[in-house]
């Protein structure tokens, strides 16, 4: 056990970053705004790390998120003047460079804080050894027991590679409270604590369903999990900052980018069906009855590779006969091509209205998007004859694209090695290696059964509404999969909600999703229902497979959408 803080029995772990180009004063606010034992930094994702990968392509000494650098700039000595660990994953592709970058800093600014890191995520040398392919980034989620051997070391800064979002904080909740390795219920508490506030200002109201009901969201503030000794905490936030904490809110991030009712991790699996929030005072929120099950003997590993080349033009469609203009831009342009890319799709968007007041009201969107490993297939050969189009095609033609190169686009797919492959070590502040050895205990993850469902309500009058009259939800993506979770608030709408939205339901409501595999899990504790919408987004966020890439608004598409809802459950 090592202290991080001043009270042995809990620990109080703030959020500065919630991605790669997050409000770069958060690290200063954070620090002034009131206390902390330790502050972390999210700064990786799925298309974070290509965009890192890209990085070390024109310089090896860089593939580390190089906003982190700035921020530290700002706010090392301060950080050290309170006493608050920093601990991130802006290592990136190269965390060994990012310490070293940070020792420059500080050696710049006169301070002298003991910095460490975590490596051993990345697989690239062994990826063909390790049946991983030929990708251009290849980087195993690590747990977060490097970064408690760093810290139990009395380093000040901790940055990592790939770890798990949530690892920044199980690092420093273990080593504070001296948890084992096989202590699951406190590290699944932590885990989840360490979900709510991943990224950031998602946790204080930030694209929440319910948005209007916050009274201040100009600048929400960042937020705080306060984890105890037995791995519960409390979710908040400093004082006199803009957002909100209410268990609607940090359910909202929970149901973020989730998957079945186990949350699998390298340390520990959290059962999410045990989950159970409270309110706990003004922007206080507790998260209680969390258990664990042991990590499965795999980890997860990010593959990023190049997938091609890809170019897109949009055309505006006016007025009348939106359908036979689309039809004729569309022969003409892929008679006209002298040679076809290796995909070439297209898509209308019906944004007109009739009898519109604007013309903007009153046009439609067609856009053509192509792909092919060959960037001379996807480029000037193509965006020209798109232009050259415009005194020939149909009445009105114009386009929100000028024409040009086509440019590169990455793939995401998920690879899986055994925990006893990949070599997590900590490098201490004296330069010694640590290894961390592979969890001794696993447990395949397997289908948690469906619970049982309470009844169904009466039938009785119901009124046809938008879902999200009732029903809150968040959206987000995995790879080439989206996730929709969606929750209500009170017994009675839980009773409707978990047979009014099934499988066949949510496709009939969101067409795009009908020919595609869907799976429905049901959260009692949350009166949540989560599902899995299979390849809706192509090959991941980079393939840009639909105008949404990442899925940030299919949550909201599906609460605008129209439902019979039994009118004494409406507002």
Known sequence: MTSLGADPELLRIGNCSGFYGDRLSAMREMLEGGQLDVLTGDYLAELTMLILGRDRMKDPNLGYAKTFVRQLEDCLGLALDHGVRIVANAGGLNPAGLAQRVREVAEKLGLDPKIAYVEGDDLLPRAQELGLGAPLTANAYLGGWGIAEALTAGADIVVTGRVTDASVVVGPAAAHFGWARTDFDALAGAVVAGHVIECGTQATGGNFAFFTEIENLDRPGFPIAEVRRDGSSVITKHANTGGA???????????????????????????????????????????????????????????????????????????????????????????????????????????????????????????????????????????????????????????????????????????????????????????????????AQTLELAEVAEPELPPPLPKSETRRVPLGSIALARSGDKGGNANIGVWVRTDEQWRWLVHALTVDELKALLPETAKLTVTRHVLPNLRAVNFIVEGLLGLGVAYQARFDPQAKGLGEWLRSRHIDIPVELLP
């Open 245 to 439: 904490v209410t268990v609607d809110t940090v359910e909202a991030q929970l149901m973020y980018e989730i998957q079945s009712a186990r949350y699998a991790g390298p340390d520990v699996t959290a059962r999410l069906d045990t989950i159970r929030l409270a309110a706990d005072g003004p922007d206080r929120v507790l998260i209680s009855g969390v258990t664990g099950e042991a990590p499965p003997p795999q980890l997860k590993v990010s593959l990023n590779t190049l997938g091609g080349f890809r170019n897109e033009m949009t055309f505006v469609l006016t007025g009348l006969d939106i359908d036979a203009k689309a039809a004729l831009a569309q022969r003409q342009l892929e008679s006209w091509l002298p040679v076809r890319p290796a995909e070439l799709d297209w898509s209308l968007s019906r944004l007109d209205r009739p009898d519109a007041e604007t013309e903007e009201q009153a046009s439609a969107l067609l856009r053509c998007v192509v792909r092919d490993p060959d960037p001379e297939k996807v480029g000037r050969a193509f965006s020209s004859v798109a232009v050259e189009l415009a005194l020939a095609s149909y009445p009105g033609f114009t386009m929100t694209t000028p024409p040009g190169n086509g440019s590169p686009y990455g793939v995401y797919t998920a690879g899986y090695v055994d925990a006893g492959e990949v070599a997590h070590t900590a490098v201490l502040p004296d330069g010694s290696r640590v290894a961390i050895a592979p969890p």
